[in-house]
């Protein structure tokens, strides 16, 4: 079997890409190593990737992939994208739409009249905004960034080709996922590092918001179910199904660390959503997916990464 990924250098890109490897298949990764964050943390994510004989990489933007040059596969996981909820706002909008939505309609152009298996899109809990929990796949969708917006066009997108030209679609909105490799950016590493290093935390609101959190392998098995899935032109949400409150998973950061944090409480950022909570039900029962790892087990995993790759840096 053959699968392209792309973003294959990003956090959840890279863990997919080692999976498909072990399982056998023959990977071409798709990355163009934005300078959102250090292109060495990318390059060391699929550090062992690049001496597996069955990977390659092309590195390029896919707006620049020639019709010719489009990899043959049978599987295709689009997760390329521009992250990040709060600087999605102003001049760097651009780039999203660029990244998050033009890539994604030249994906789907690319492949549309290919004979694939399935293209997994990569969406994000970020198209609900503020909704009640749990939320469902079919509620009304109210994006409160333009991050989540350009999410959800993508998403809608890949629908489209799927209507209109059979291109066999899924997509997962995903839910605050976390483990190794994940981005500097993201709120689990900052407050680990924070804690880690006797650093000053800055926690956007009172800390009494609530997250899905959910743990990078299960999110990648979700993809591989999916690709073999009978839920063509279907949304799935992948979420741990249960909430932790920021504070709360600070206290838990402690008591894994034996560490102290220093916290300081500001302003909550615009497009930051107080609550999110996935009900996971239709992935259950049509992927066959349920996650296995709860918070705790998954932080002491993250952690005991963290000390032996990041914190002696």
């Not at 997509?171 to 900052?190: C, E, N, T, W």
């Not at 296995?292 to 005991?304: C, M, W």
Request: neutral net charge; aromatic residues 10%; proline residues 4%.
């Amino acid at each position: 079997m053959r699968a392209l990924v792309t973003g294959c250098a990003g956090f959840i890109g890279s863990h997919l890409v080692d999976r498909l490897l072990a399982l056998g298949y023959e990977v071409v990764g798709v990355d163009c190593f934005t300078d959102y964050y250090p292109r060495e943390i990318k390059e060391a994510n699929i550090a062992s990737a690049l001496h597996n004989p069955k990977f390659r990489l092309i590195a390029k933007n896919i707006l620049d992939i020639k019709e010719a040059e489009t990899p043959q596969v049978d599987y295709v996981f689009h997760l390329a994208a521009q992250a990040g909820v709060r600087p999605s706002w102003g001049q760097n909008f651009e780039i999203y739409l660029r990244n998050n939505i033009t890539a994604t309609q030249r994906l789907l152009e690319l492949y549309k009249e290919k004979p694939i298996q399935r293209l997994v899109y990569a969406s994000s809990s970020s198209v609900y905004g503020e909704a009640e929990l749990a939320v469902k796949e079919d509620i009304l969708l109210k994006p409160e960034s333009p991050y989540g917006m350009t999410k959800l066009a993508a998403e809608n997108l890949c629908y489209l080709y799927h209507l209109n030209y059979n291109v066999p679609v899924i997509s997962l909105r995903y839910f605050s996922v976390y483990g190794p490799r994940q981005r500097p950016d993201m709120a689990i590493h900052k407050f680990v590092q924070g804690i880690w290093q006797g650093e000053e935390i800055t926690i956007y609101g009172d800390g009494e918001q609530t997250r899905d959190f959910t743990y990078v392998a299960e999110v990648v098995g979700a993809n591989i179910l999916a690709a073999s899935s009978e839920g063509v032109g279907e949304v799935f949400n992948i979420g741990a199904g249960g909430r932790v409150s920021v504070n709360e998973l600070i206290k838990q950061i402690e008591k894994i660390t034996g560490r102290k944090a220093r916290l300081k409480y500001t302003e909550v950022q615009k497009g930051d959503v107080l609550n999110t909570l996935a009900d996971i039900n239709k992935a259950k029962k049509i992927l066959k997916w349920a996650p296995k790892v709860s918070i705790e087990p998954g932080l002491e995993q993250y952690i005991a990464w963290f000390s032996r790759n990041i914190s002696k840096e």
